[in-house]
């Protein structure tokens, strides 16, 4: 069964790359969300990326607001962005936090965020490098570090963390919900029941080569930043009870606070790994996180 799995995902992404990333998705129709492109000088291609704006963005016509970009799990994300956006809508609208637009970029199926080693998916070049500046051009933000949040689930977990930590410049606070592979070894026991997506991720994305896995993940990366993230960026590492990550999330908070890396660690009970029930479950912990970490451009916000 595992080699019939392996070769049927192997084949999933065979097909899938001779026919191209899809740099440009489908537009989803949600409430206040805009589906949009950019020029990608990385890629010399067009992009797409979705966009939710609080309605206050409209009536306010000079008000700038904070970004928050939010990174999607393995397989894409297009079914999230409606309630995940819908979620957000419902807080800013109820005051439990501050009028925040929010970016959904395309992260294909399995980028994990990172420049892929062959080059051939400069996902974090394009999400640091090209879409920040493009977002700070096109709509109304506040464009510093102080006004940015990067959040996301599962593989966005692994995305947020891992470019929170490498770019303090560009993000002021960082996000890590359910995050995953968070260990060293991505073909371990411990992590996921999938080995033939893992071991085709490990392939495509890292090139095969394990060390540079490891010189992606945010373990390393929390070790190599310690100093320049240390009491700059506001960090968040959550997981569900329930969840298969929990086990290494818990081990990724305990390598963050042996750092000396200043962060909330919230565990979720009877939570498996679900994007919409982790979120309800932190309650007012998780209003209390972005209400912190915008503080500093609150006299913009408010």
Same mark, same amino acid.
């Given at each position: 069964?595992?080699?019939?799995?392996?070769?049927?995902?192997?084949?999933?992404?065979?097909?899938?790359?001779?026919?191209?990333?899809?740099?440009?998705?489908?537009?989803?129709?949600?409430?206040?969300?805009?589906?949009?492109?950019?020029?990608?000088?990385?890629?010399?291609?067009?992009?797409?990326?979705?966009?939710?704006?609080?309605?206050?963005?409209?009536?306010?016509?000079?008000?700038?607001?904070?970004?928050?970009?939010?990174?999607?799990?393995?397989?894409?994300?297009?079914?999230?962005?409606?309630?995940? *956006?819908?979620?957000?809508?419902? @807080?800013? +609208?109820? !005051?439990?936090?501050? #009028?925040? =637009?929010?970016?959904?970029?395309?992260? /294909?199926?399995?980028?994990?965020?990172?420049?892929?080693?062959?080059?051939?998916?400069?996902?974090?070049?394009?999400?640091?490098?090209?879409?920040?500046?493009?977002?700070?051009?096109?709509?109304?933000?506040?464009?510093?570090?102080?006004?940015?949040?990067?959040?996301?689930? *599962?593989?966005?977990?692994?995305? @947020?963390? +891992?470019? !929170?930590?490498?770019? #303090?410049? =560009?993000?002021?606070?960082?996000?890590? /919900?359910?995050?995953?592979?968070?260990?060293?070894?991505?073909?371990?026991?411990?992590?996921?029941?999938?080995?033939?997506?893992?071991?085709?991720?490990?392939?495509?994305?890292?090139?095969?080569?394990?060390?540079?896995?490891?010189?992606?993940?945010?373990?390393?990366?929390?070790?190599?930043?310690?100093?320049?993230?240390?009491?700059?960026?506001?960090?968040?590492?959550?997981?569900?009870?329930?969840?298969?990550?929990?086990?290494?999330?818990?081990?990724?908070?305990?390598?963050?606070?042996?750092?000396?890396?200043?962060?909330?660690?919230?565990?979720?009970?009877?939570?498996?790994?679900?994007?919409?029930?982790?979120?309800?479950?932190?309650?007012?912990?998780?209003?209390?996180?972005?209400?912190?970490?915008?503080?500093?451009?609150?006299?913009?916000?408010?």
């Amino acid at each position: 069964m595992k080699l019939i799995l392996l070769l049927f995902f192997a084949l999933f992404v065979s097909i899938a790359g001779a026919q191209g990333p899809s740099w440009v998705t489908p537009a989803v129709q949600a409430p206040h969300v805009a589906h949009h492109t950019f020029e990608s000088s990385a890629l010399q291609s067009k992009v797409s990326f979705h966009a939710y704006t609080p309605e206050v963005y409209e009536l306010e016509k000079e008000r700038r607001f904070p970004v928050l970009y939010w990174l999607h799990g393995t397989g894409g994300g297009l079914a999230g962005i409606a309630p995940v *956006s819908a979620w957000f809508d419902a @807080a800013i +609208r109820e !005051g439990k936090m501050p #009028p925040v =637009v929010v970016v959904f970029p395309n992260g /294909l199926a399995t980028s994990m965020w990172c420049d892929s080693k062959d080059g051939a998916v400069p996902m974090e070049t394009l999400v640091v490098k090209e879409l920040v500046p493009h977002i700070d051009a096109t709509f109304r933000t506040f464009a510093k570090r102080e006004g940015r949040i990067v959040e996301g689930f *599962s593989m966005g977990g692994y995305g @947020a963390a +891992r470019l !929170g930590l490498k770019f #303090p410049e =560009v993000f002021g606070a960082a996000s890590c /919900l359910a995050g995953g592979p968070l260990d060293l070894d991505f073909q371990g026991p411990r992590t996921r029941a999938n080995p033939a997506e893992r071991e085709c991720i490990l392939r495509t994305t890292f090139g095969g080569d394990l060390d540079y896995f490891r010189a992606q993940s945010p373990l390393t990366l929390a070790e190599k930043q310690a100093a320049a993230v240390r009491g700059k960026v506001f960090m968040r590492v959550a997981a569900g009870s329930r969840d298969f990550t929990a086990a290494l999330n818990r081990e990724f908070s305990s390598h963050l606070k042996r750092l000396n890396i200043d962060h909330t660690f919230i565990g979720v009970p009877g939570v498996g790994h679900e994007t919409l029930p982790l979120l309800r479950g932190m309650g007012n912990e998780q209003w209390q996180f972005y209400r912190a970490a915008l503080a500093a451009v609150s006299p913009t916000i408010r």
